[in-house]
């Protein structure tokens, strides 16, 4: 158990609907980054947060939004779903804004129909 | 354009036997690659490379990074069943704070009793 959690584990929704999924970093990591996992993809960051501030963005879309709060936990907004969006959702925490070992939460299945 | 690729895409070998992973790459720049070990769900972090020729070990693991050929090889000896999963590797391309790793789609290994 790496400390991190993510609600939900499962999402299951229609095209063109749109989901929040909320991640709760480690005790004290003041980072948060998304990750998408597809099976044609692969891992691929998505944002990362430090300290409540966008840090870093990777391959996010703009139909995709993010924040993190000032209790830290993090949510990812994604809207207007399509197919392609179903994927394994992960979240990671680390203690600094650069620290390399990051610590994976159990991700939420996101199914789009 | 940064990727990076794992070869070989899937392995099955019996316990006991030493395998080699690999990982290489190309990007802009180069400040750190990271090997995770992704087993039912969330990847766990196995080590970070910075310097070549510096050999990273855990147990029966060991990794080691060759920045002149671009490549890093992730070594498992005396396989075990628990070590079935899926091997990932990542590069981070930036020099500056920001964060971007890049994923490989991983080496799924299937070690046999």
């Known amino acids: 158990d790496s400390g991190v959690t993510q609600t939900p584990k499962h999402l299951i929704t229609a095209t063109g609907q749109r989901v929040t999924l909320r991640c709760s970093p480690r005790s004290g990591d003041l980072s948060v980054y998304w990750y998408q996992q597809s099976l044609d993809q692969g891992l691929q960051f998505l944002i990362q947060?430090?300290?409540?501030?966008?840090?870093a963005k990777g391959n996010i879309l703009e139909r995709f939004s993010a924040q993190q709060f000032p209790d830290l936990h993090s949510e990812l907004n994604l809207s207007s779903l399509e197919l392609g969006d179903s994927a394994l959702y992960f979240c990671?925490?680390?203690?600094?804004?650069?620290?390399?070992?990051?610590?994976f939460g159990p991700g939420t299945r996101l199914t789009v129909t | 354009e940064d990727k990076v690729v794992q070869s070989p895409l899937s392995l099955v070998v019996h316990e006991g036997d030493t395998v080699t992973l690999n990982c290489s790459y190309e990007v802009t720049n180069f400040r750190s690659l990271l090997w995770y070990k992704q087993e039912k769900k969330a990847p766990t972090f196995l080590f970070m490379l910075t310097s070549s020729g510096i050999e990273k070990k855990s147990g029966r693991l060991s990794s080691i990074l060759d920045k002149k050929e671009l490549f890093s090889i992730l070594n498992i000896t005396a396989t075990q069943t628990g070590d079935s999963a899926i091997y990932l590797c990542?590069?981070?391309?930036?020099?500056?704070?920001?964060?971007?790793?890049?994923f490989g789609t991983g080496t799924r290994l299937k070690v046999l009793a």
């Open positions: 947060y430090y300290n409540g501030e966008e840090r």
């Open positions: 990671a925490s680390s203690p600094r804004r650069d620290n390399w070992e990051q610590y």
């Open positions: 990542a590069v981070d391309p930036t020099t500056s704070g920001t964060y971007k790793y890049i």
